[in-house]
């Protein structure tokens, strides 16, 4: 569920957004660090479009 979040989010506030000072971030137990996944799409995954409109404006993750 979290990768649908990130993909969300993405969507809303484009990859270039997220904090360079982040990127360095090595993420347990995976072993990659956040700049490593930050495209999903390079991860040769992608979710289909939803059906439904989710706002996430007001949401602690909107940025």
Known sequence: MID???T???QNNGI???PTGLHHVVLE???LTAAEV???Q???YEYADNMIE???S???IAG
Do not use: A, C, H, V
């Open 4 to 6: 649908r979040i990130w």
């Open 8 to 10: 969300l989010w993405q």
């Open 16 to 18: 270039e957004n997220f």
């Open 29 to 31: 137990p995976f072993g």
């Open 38 to 40: 930050l495209n999903t």
């Open 42 to 44: 390079e991860l040769d």
């Open 54 to 56: 989710i706002d996430l």
């Open 58 to 60: 007001s949401s602690k």
